[in-house]
Each structure stands twice: as C-alpha cells, then as structure tokens.
C-alpha cells in the first residue's frame, strides 16, 4: 500500500472533520497533489462500482483536505530534505509551530545539524518572515539543541508569544532560558535580556524596563557591542520619555545618532532616532528643533527607501505645525499625506491622517468638518486588523465633534463605545483616561461615581502622561467638591513627581499651571498663586530662550498664554490680595504684557521687551514739548487690560470685561460691512460712498465707552500713541466714541505702534524726516482690476501739494527702478496690492511689474511659482541693507493695514509691521478698502501740510488732515469712520 493510499484509509476512518487536520499533521510528509488525485480517483473508483454513498463521502473530503493541507505538503514537496538548510527551508513552508515541529521530528539527525544555521539564519530574515522563522528556530533549539541553542529557541517563543497576547507564558519561557558561560552564551544573555526589556515595556512596567535595558546597556559596553548599545540607549529613550523623563531620554537618543556614522546600513536606524529625537524635542516644548529633526528623518528614509519611516516623518512634521498652533499649514500638510496615502490604497495611513484632519479642524472651531473627517476614519479602519489604536481616536474624535455641534446624548454614547473600543482593543489605559477627563463636558453625571472612577484609576495607570492629566483633573474636581486640602495634597504631590521625572519638561509646566490655576479661583490663596505663575513664567522664558527659530518664539507665547493672562488677573484685578501696592502691582503687570507682545518681531529686530522703567524713558525722550501719552493693550479670554503711560504722570492699569471673542467678531464683521461680503448669501455689495450711515455700525459703537475710557487719563489735543494686542489690531480705536458720544479723534491724535517694544528701536532711528521735497509714486494695477487708470492717478496728489514727484506707473514699476528711485524719495506712495505671508512677514510684499513684462501682474501671488513671486514683490526685505529708505511709506493698497493673526503671541502677518521691521520710519496705511475720494483727500491734505511746513510734526499733519474730513458740514457722509477712520499712522510720529 502507497502512502497515499494510506492516508485515504485513515481519511475514511475519520469520524469527526475537525479532526482532519491532526491527521494529515500526522502523516507527514507527504504529496498533497498526489493525495487530492488520489482522492479523486477513488471517488471515481468507487461511483463506477455502485458506491455511491462512498463516492460522494470522498468528493465532500476533496474541499476539507485541500482546506486543511499543510504547506509543507501543499508544495508537493514529499521527497524527504537531504541537507540542514534544505530542512530549514522546507520548515518555512509549514503554517504552524505544530507543522513545523510534526515535519522537523522525522528528521531528528538533520535537525541536530541544522543548529549552527540558526542564529545567522533567523538574523537575514526579511521583517515580513521574521514570525514563521522565529517558530522554526524555536522548534529546533528546543527540541534537540544544547544550553545555548535551548535559550534561543526559548527568547524565539517568548517573543512570538508576547506578540500573540501572552505575557505570561513568554515570561515563563524566558526564565526558563539558561545560556552557558561560553562567550556564544554571553551575546545570547544579552538578547535574553533584551527580551525581557520589551517584554516588561508590554506589561507596562516601564521603571523595570529601564533597569533591564541598563543591564544590558552595562554588558553591551562591556563587550564592546556597539550595536547592543545603540539598541539599549533608542529603548531607554523610549522608554524615559514615556517616564515623562524627557531629558534623559534626549541625552541617550543623542549618544546613539553622534555615534552611529551615517552610511548605507545606518540610514534606516538613523531615521527612526530621528523621529524619536523630534517627538521628544517637541516634549521639551523645542517645536523648531524637532521640526528639523522629523525633516531630516524623512529624507534618511527617502535614502533608504523605508516608505513606512517617511510616513511617519511627514505625519509628525505635519502634526509639530498643529502643537505650534500653525493649524491652516498644517491642516494644508495633512491633506497633502492623506491624498498620497489614498493613491497608495494604504488603509492605516489613510485613517491615521483623517484623524489628524478632524483634530486640526476641531481646533479650528470647524465640528461639521471634523465630524465627516472622524467617520472616514471610522470606515477606513474597517479593514485594518482589530487592536489598532486608531480606531480608539477615530471614535473620542467623533464623539469631540459630536459635543461640539451641541448633541450631547449622541456624544454620551459615542464616548462609550469609544471606552470599549479601546478596552477591547487592548488600550484600556489610554481608553479610560480620555473617558474621564471628558467627563468634564457634561453637568448631570453623578459626581461622586465619576470622582472615584478618577481616584480609580489614577491608582492604576502606569503611563506617566496619562496619570498626569488624569491627577491633575483629580485635584481640581476634588477641590470643587470641597476637599481643599486633599486636592491641594494631590496637586503638590503630582508638581513633586512631575518635577522629580523631569523640571524641564511640559509636563511640569501644565501641572504647574494648573495648579496655580486651583490656587487661584478654587483654594483663595493669591499669593501662592503668584508664586506658581510665575515659576511657570519663567519655564515659559527657558524655554524662549532655548528656541533657535526667532518664528517660535510668539508660538510658544501663544501655547502658554493663559499663564500670562492668569498674572495680569492677579495684578491688575486684586493687588491688594498679593500684599502689593497698585503702583507696584501695576509696572510688574506692565513688564509681563510687554514680555508677552511680539516676541518674534522683536527677536529680528535684536531687541529685548521694554520695562516700565525704560518706557518711561522713552516717553520722556520722545514725547512733543505739549506731552503725550503711551496706551498699550493685553486682550484676554474674557478681560482686555490696558496700561495708560502720560507724560508727568504715574503708569495706570485697566481691567475691561471685553473678551478677544468679542473683539475678533466686531473686527470680522467692520470688514464686512465696508468691504461687502460677496461669499455670502445673499451676497454683499460694499458700502455705498455717499450713504455709509444705511449700515449699523452699533457693534462697534458699543465698544466704544468701555475701550476709550483710558482717554481721561490722558490730556486733550494731545498725541496718544496706541499699541494694540489681538483683534484690536484690526479696529479703529480712533473712531470709536467716548462716553459723551464724541469719536475719539476729535479729541486726540491716535498713531499706532505694534508693540511699545517695537516702537522703541524705531524711534532709536532718528532718521531725521527728510523735507528736500523729492517723493516718489507707484502705481500698478493687476491684471484682474476692472479700473487700472485709478492706479496711476495717485501722483497728482503729490504734484497738487507742491512735490517734485517721481512716477513709475504699469511696466515701469519693476523692483530694481522702485528701489533705485528711493534713495532719493523723502515720501513714498505706493497705489498697488499687497501680498502677506503668514509664514515668513519678511516675504511679504507690493506687488509690481515683472521687468521687461508687458502685461500686468496678477494679485493672486499664492498661484505663482517662488521665481514668479520673486521677480513681482516688492519685499521689505528687500529694504533692510538700502542705503536709504523714506522716512514716510504711504500704502494706499486694498487694505494694506490688514493683518493676519497668526497666533496669540501677538505676531499679525502684514504689511505695515514688515516694513517697520525692515527699516521704514513711519508708515500710513489702511484698515480697509479705502472710497478713492475721501482717502485722496486726506492724503493731499496731509502731503500739503507737509510741503508747507517742514517743522511741523509728522503726528500734527496727519491729524489735522484728518480733522478736515471730520469738520466737512458740506459733506456729512465724510464725517463717517469708513471715511474718516481708514487710514492710519504707524510708527514714529515725529
């Protein structure tokens, strides 16, 4: 009888089909296309005979014995192996440990001599085959290995089992595992103890991970294996950083990547430290460096060709935008990776970045956006196998936006089925800590259940970071539940540990702050509020001074700005509460809101925030013979401080109950009722001229007696120079009327300034204001403007008062001919649109002729390719290093004093700061798209003053200019702020 025929007796035999794959493990090895033959020639067989019932039992088994064949025998490989590495190659077939070691038995000499393979065999496996080979060297080494070879076999096992989900068995088998004293069992006591390093960091036992990973750190250096090392220091990293130990984990990250030389083999491994090293930069609050870090990870990968490694490198460069607050670019970075990810048909990478989108758009306020991109999410990682922890934020994502659109219940149920998810997903502590730290969204659940779920789980969570927000969360319920001491308690017994695991990282600082935020409006301890705030300040200003890229600076004011919010509440709401003075409340409350005004502007300009001290040297420098005030803005969630600074006077301190909400939505809808809004629907045509009173601007009159209340600090026809803060940027204070109904400019002259800090370096100038009578006009209108002629008008402003003007106007007004016409040009007037570029304000620009163009420019700059913007902007830097720039740049372009926020640590992408920062004097521009009759009559006015007499201040022309429209009886409509109100002077005033 053939073997085959054999295996169709005992198949016959068989009384259960579930017992059918033991026996074909069993009668290994055999030809399995030769038995499915044979199976179908005995049914054939037995048909022919009148054996139907036979015949039929055989056809069924064809499907189960083909379902169930091992590799192995699938091949048709049944001739027996010859050799060891014919044997291993022949177990790689096999499906299963079991197959592995039924084939492997029968050959119990070759796989004696197939244990010097082992080791060299398992380390050229390719990552995709790593699980079967780990098995077959697990049976080998087991089975009829030595010490050593049983030790191999065991970490093999232990490693495919701590895969699996089975803990415990693989710490059972590593135990188990006793390498010799040879030099061989010395390396292979190293990568047992590797095994136990990963498989403590699995338990989630990070602190005895660490001691392990030491060890072997200790016998790695020892040996001298270099590459052991390198693999102890990138698993301590790991590991410290999730300790929340961030700057240990730098130093052992950057050991690795100053010592590994940076080749072929490397490439890989160096882009992966990369990532690392970027993720805990961004730990220690160091955005601009761990950008640099995931840039360069990412072109190491593109090196290697790794596309899962620069995967990641993209998607933490992206997300590093959206932690600095830059949500539109990243938001744009995004959308870039998810299309490539969806031309790839990659699943995971797909769902991953959608849930990025929908996070960035929930930052943004856009819930219905974040909501769709959640549910893609949701749908993409149907496919994906169960245990990813996307699907976990894909369902809290869902659930965040659900809350935001206002649909509570649906949200409730949503964060359930997120909790089990994650549960079931084996997440459980992520999963829980999000669960309750949302519970903070909704009144009715039942308090005491929810604090001693928190109080629960604080005990059990084992990551740093989740028991960090979990605790402070803790505190904070515990103290508004009436327990002051022990929420106190738990807050300083968490800043502890935190400061104890790393006093640089975030980590502390949020605890910190959080903490003082307790102290302050829960426990009724101001002092000790102070106290903390201002450790937490000074956090913040390391963390500044660190900060390599001068951009960062106002994003990390913007991340950390309710610290200076919280101080300025403290200082200027209760001083009597801290033991100070109003006077020395008030000069440590103004130093604060000048530290925290344009950092990034002043990081260019190589100037230091201004002192109350020094300010006040300054006022008394500059200020004209009939004195003069500095007003300077702090805009808060839901108070706006102001600082009034008069000659001869004391410092003074406001609080007004104006939100930056509140401002922002004046700010967005002033511009749209000028302007008009032809986006929306019905759409908007812009204000007529003549009948500007037909649209209400009561929104903004309303803010008017709160805002300008500081004016009775201040003497009447007097200079008040204003720096704003936030959405004020964007409103005409000037306009805005006192609590006797009168507009502010009627009173006093109102020029502006980004920051009184800024200011301060420009009045160091002392530029004298040139008056020889030379100025120069440019005019260029773009392609899509449907009047070009109004663009070229403008010089006869200048001619009518009295200038001996230079015109460059259409294809004349290329860069070099505008910059060679400066030199000589004590004003310059420029009639064109303006570029601005949130990311780099230095990029920003005028729009001119390309030279030697004929046609015009177009105004949609963002089309144009970087040497396309290169040859039509007008850049402020552009001015920096000229030899001469005029002491007054006039931008009568659409809205050239429109600024774009681009986050809150008051850094407003537009023209007017870029060309104060580049070197220009005084700047007038405007708040919006300026009527061409009321704005060439304030401009020729002011133009004639000046020509008429050059001792005039600069500040005195441009009010009295303005008072001219403002006392028009014959034409009323020019006593409206769209009219009046528009143009404005920014910088120095004299």
Known sequence: MTQTQDIIERLLLLDQLSRLPAVLEAALPFDGPELLAGLRARAATAEAGGRHAEAAFLRSLVPQVEAALPRSA??????????????LDRLLACGSALDQYLFARRYPELARASLPLLQAWFADARTVERERHASACAVI?????????????????????????????????????????????????????????????????????????????????????IVAAWLCHERLAGYLRSLGRTSEALSHVNIVLESMPDHRETVAKRSGLLNLRGLIQEDLGEYDLGAADFAAAGLAAQRCGDDRLRFSAVTNGAASLSKAGRQREALQAFEQVLAEARRHHDDR????????????????????????????????????????????ISWFGLADATSALGDVDSAKQLYLVALATGITSGHYETALGDYLLRGQKFDDQDRAAHLGLLQSAFTQLTSWRHRAAVGAFLAREVIRGGERERGHRLFTDLLAEAASRDPEGLECLHIRTRFASALAHELGRPRAALAEYQLARRHVQRLLARTQVPDRRAELVSEHFGIYEELLGLLVGAPESLGLTESEAWRLAFDLHEEAKSPTTLAHLGAAPLTTDRTEALLADAAPPEGMAFVSFFCGTRHTYVFVLATHAELRAERVRIGRDELQGAADELRRIFNGDPQSFPPLAPLRPRAPHRRSIAFLDALGPRLTAFAEFTAPQTLICVAPHGPLHLLPLHALPMADGARLATRNCLTYTPSLSVLAPVLRRRTPLRRTGRALFVGVAAQEDPNPELFRTDGTLLKSAGWQVTELTGSDAHSSAVLHALRTADVAHFTCHGYADPANPMESGLVLSPLGASAPPTKHIRRLSVAQRSAVLLRPSQLTDHPSVPALITLRACSSAWQAETNRGDEFAGLTRAFLQAGARSVLSTLWNVNQESSGLQVSALYSRMKADPNTPLWVCYWRAQRELLDRSDAPWLTHPYHFAPMVLNGDWR
């Open 74 to 87: 699938a091949t048709g490989a049944a001739r027996a192996p010859e050799t060891p590495a014919e044997l």
């Open 141 to 225: 080494g087991v089975v009829w290995g030595g010490p050593n070879e049983q030790a191999f076999g065991r970490a093999m096992w232990a490693a495919l089992l701590r895969r699996r989900g089975a803990p415990r068995a693989a710490r059972r088998h590593l135990d188990r595992a006793q390498p010799d004293g040879t030099p061989a069992g010395d390396t292979l006591r190293l990568q047992l103890l590797t095994a136990r390093t990963a498989l403590a960091d699995a338990d989630g036992e990070l602190e005895e991970a660490v001691r392990l990973a030491r060890e072997g750190l200790t016998i790695a250096t020892a040996h001298a294996d």
């Open 349 to 392: 990478r797909v769902s991953a970045t959608l849930n990025n989108i929908g996070q960035i758009r929930l930052a943004m306020g856009d819930a219905a956006g974040a909501r769709a991109a959640f549910r893609d999410a949701i749908n993409a990682s149907r496919t994906l196998p169960q245990g990813d922890s996307g699907e976990l």
